[in-house]
T-cell receptor, first 113, second 118 residues
Framework: KQEVTQIPAALSVPEGENLVLNCSFT??????LQWFRQDPGKGLTSLLL?????REQTSGRLNASLDKSSGRSTLYIAASQPGDSATYLC????????????FGSGTRLLVRP | EAQVTQNPRYLITVTGKKLTVTCSQN?????MSWYRQDPGLGLRQIYY???????DKGDVPEGYKVSRKEKRNFPLILESPSPNQTSLYFC?????????????????FGPGTRLLVL
């Protein structure tokens, strides 16, 4: 059974730092991996999606990498800002007939001014 | 504006009192799903629907029902709520279901419904 783990559970950094969030999964047979952002009182917003055949995706200050063979993904945030404070979730789409995403429990990020 | 809406946003109820959480999307999406989010457990899928009149169980369907009579609506029904169903619930939709192939559909999430069952 696929398990998705995110470390650390919480992270506090000063504004301007570059930071890395980690996501690991136990079954490498995935179709894709997505990173979401969750703000309090709001739903999830999709940030980046990496297909299983890809190694990385970039959007602005965000860069997500995928190493399927080792079951790992990282989300790199450059020059962090207070507005980046949120919970970041990764989710994998399992490579079988199931039509669902399997989520990690998230990393709660606080960027201090 | 393209969006997924949920109602109510907050609900406090008592054990055994039937309730319905509504979900509606205005994007003509075929795929809709319900998740619950609990501390330390991430989001877990409750039910999903591939299209009108087509629904199936997710990972944690016990104690829940759904229906999909119209494409835009996907209500979540708790016939006899219990305290262990206290949670944050999210509805999501996408044009097509998550799946393989070159085209991957973005999942749009509603704002969430926070439910407390006493």
């Amino acid at each position: 059974k696929q398990e998705v783990t995110q470390i650390p559970a919480a992270l506090s950094v000063p504004e301007g730092e570059n930071l890395v969030l980690n996501c690991s999964f136990t079954d490498s047979a995935i179709y894709n991996l997505q990173w979401f952002r969750q703000d309090p009182g709001k739903g999830l917003t999709s940030l980046l999606l990496i297909q299983s055949s890809q190694r990385e995706q970039t959007s602005g200050r965000l860069n997500a990498s995928l190493d399927k063979s080792s079951g790992r993904s990282t989300l790199y945030i450059a020059a962090s800002q207070p507005g980046d404070s949120a919970t970041y979730l990764c989710a994998v789409h399992q490579g079988d007939s199931s039509y669902k995403l399997i989520f990690g429990s998230g990393t709660r990020l606080l960027v201090r001014p | 504006e393209a969006q997924v809406t949920q109602n109510p946003r907050y609900l406090i109820t008592v054990t055994g009192k039937k309730l319905t959480v509504t979900c509606s999307q205005n994007m003509n999406h075929e795929y809709m799903s319900w998740y619950r989010q609990d501390p330390g457990l991430g989001l877990r899928q409750i039910y999903y629907s591939m299209n009108v009149e087509v629904t199936d169980k997710g990972d944690v369907p016990e104690g829940y029902k759904v229906s999909r009579k119209e494409k835009r609506n996907f209500p979540l029904i708790l016939e006899s709520p219990s305290p262990n169903q206290t949670s944050l619930y999210f509805c999501a939709s996408s044009l097509k279901p998550p799946g393989p192939g070159p085209r991957v559909e973005t999942q749009y999430f509603g704002p969430g419904t926070r439910l407390l069952v006493l």
